[in-house]
């Protein structure tokens, strides 16, 4: 780890209460109909109010957001191993047991949706919710998760609940105050406070495909059962789910990551009206711009560029580019890679993205309809022949990348099984192979034949994504 440091997910109880205002309005009112906070919070009229003018600010935010937020017990299976499970692969006296564990949860509406983190339930035979203020347990379902943003949703049967109200985290800035409300250490309703440090951070835990992590980070002590609680600023409204520390101990070290309550407020609503999460992609990778390319480009301001752009997908239909620089999106600037895709995570499939780039000097407008993360892979997959001796697809090289690469045919490897034929000798995910033993391969299934069926000495020339030739040679048998 860099700096030696390790990033430890812990439990907290922030998200929540901000959630409950705007799935409040959602889930228990029969017609849906928003409540005046919520619209608040998305039309962007709310403002981070100043303690000078808050007489006893704290003492109100806390009286105010604590109720909602509550306190989760997860009961899982878990192996158990027996000492002489150290010695060999098989161990004849393993066993399965129990395991327990603990975190906090938000109220996000009157009739019982609860927020939390998804790491905070996973793979749990059985969620208790224990409430605040009337100390009544209940045992919860899950509604829905959504592992690449950390999020959960759970459902209790009750009624009259003290849900949150939520903020728009968009107007958050740096130097605002906040409290983080969970459940550290087992010591129910805790309260700490702290500073926005920074927004936008990208911390690297979420272990997903398609990670959303565009994280508040906060010097307000979180530790160990802080997990999906909440942070809320000082009119008590929920700003972030609590997620993460950053810390060489384990416990609070100066660093905590909340998950963004727009971010929240929009994975609820999905799982509250469709039951799954409804991602959207504009088919193009991008990365955080380097210093060296902005001055390059002659651009005085922090952005993100586009790395790859799915042929045939949105972004290239609309004419953007691998190379083209993204400013913002639907009007929000785009100053980092993880503020692109915590904006891009706002949306849904169909929804249209207006994308303001800079190119040669200029700044160009355009448009583009999201599509669905189904549709999205199909694209990155288009053509692809899968290889299960050799734990790998191939797909043929478009048109563009053939002319980018000035090469007449290639496969790129994707879908790379870990411990496969494939990775064994070398080749990892993106590698394109131009010659197997030589020769060059037009159709996808001769090739795979050809790496199936030969032995002896092998050699495959290839390269990578941004066209750095390599070559692999090994004896096969």
Do not use: C
């Not at 962007?44 to 600010?57: I, T």
């Not at 409430?131 to 899950?142: D, G, I, S, T, Y």
């Not at 997620?243 to 309550?261: H, R």
């Not at 131009?434 to 090739?447: P, V």
Request: glycine share 10%; proline share 3%; aromatic share 8%.
């Amino acid at each position: 780890m860099m700096n030696r440091r390790i990033l430890f997910i812990v439990i907290f109880s922030v998200i929540l209460p901000l959630l409950a205002g705007i799935a409040g309005a959602w889930l228990y009112t029969g017609n849906r109909q928003e409540s005046a906070l919520s619209t608040a919070a998305q039309t962007g009229s709310y403002r981070n109010v100043n303690l000078a003018e808050l007489p006893n600010g704290f003492v109100k935010a806390s009286a105010s957001s604590t109720p909602a937020v509550v306190f989760i017990k997860t009961q899982s299976t878990v192996e158990m191993r027996s000492p002489f499970g150290w010695f060999w692969d098989f161990d004849p006296f393993g066993s399965r047991g129990e395991a327990t564990s603990t975190g906090s949860g938000v109220i996000v509406s009157k009739d019982g949706y609860i927020v939390t983190n998804n790491h905070v339930i996973a793979n749990a035979n059985k969620i208790t919710v224990v409430l605040n203020q009337r100390k009544q347990e209940f045992v919860a379902k899950v509604v829905g998760t959504e592992p690449g943003a950390d999020l959960a949703l759970l459902k209790i049967e009750a009624t009259n609940l003290p849900a949150i109200v939520m903020a728009n985290s968009d107007e958050l800035q740096v130097g605002d105050w906040v409290l983080a409300v969970g459940n550290p250490f087992n010591l129910t309703s805790t309260v700490t406070a702290g500073i926005v440090s920074a927004k936008g951070r990208n911390i690297n835990i979420v272990q997903n495909q398609f990670p959303i992590e565009s994280f508040i980070q906060t010097d307000a002590a979180i530790n160990p059962g802080n997990s999906g609680g909440a942070l809320v600023n000082t009119a008590g409204q929920l700003v972030g789910i609590n997620t993460a520390i950053q810390s060489n101990t384990g416990s609070y070290a100066g660093y905590g990551f909340a998950i963004p309550s727009n971010i929240v407020q929009k994975i609820v609503k999905d799982l509250v009206d469709y039951g799954v999460v409804k991602r959207a992609f504009p088919g193009m990778d991008i990365v955080d711009l380097t210093a060296a390319k902005s001055a390059a480009a002659k651009l005085e301001k922090e952005a993100v560029e586009v790395n790859e752009v799915l042929e045939d997908g949105p972004a290239y239909k609309a004419g953007i580019r691998k190379g083209d620089i993204i400013l913002s999106v639907n009007g929000r600037a785009t100053d980092s890679k993880a503020l692109y895709d915590e904006y891009i995570s706002y949306l849904r499939p169909g929804d249209q993205a207006r994308i303001a780039l800079w190119r040669n000097g200029e700044e160009k407008s355009i448009s583009l309809t999201l599509i669905s993360k189904e549709d999205n892979r199909a694209l990155a997959e288009k053509g692809a022949v899968n290889s299960k001796v050799l734990g790998a697809d191939f797909q043929p090289l478009g048109a563009t990348d053939l002319k980018k690469y000035g090469v007449p045919s290639g496969f790129r490897l994707i879908n790379v099984l870990r411990g496969s034929y494939v990775s064994r000798v070398g080749l990892s995910e993106g590698f394109i192979i131009l010659k197997f033993n030589g020769r060059e391969y037009a159709d996808a299934e001769e090739l795979i034949s050809a790496m199936e069926t030969t032995t002896g000495r092998i050699r495959i020339d290839g390269m990578d994504r941004n066209g750095n030739r390599s070559s692999y040679s090994f004896y096969s048998n």
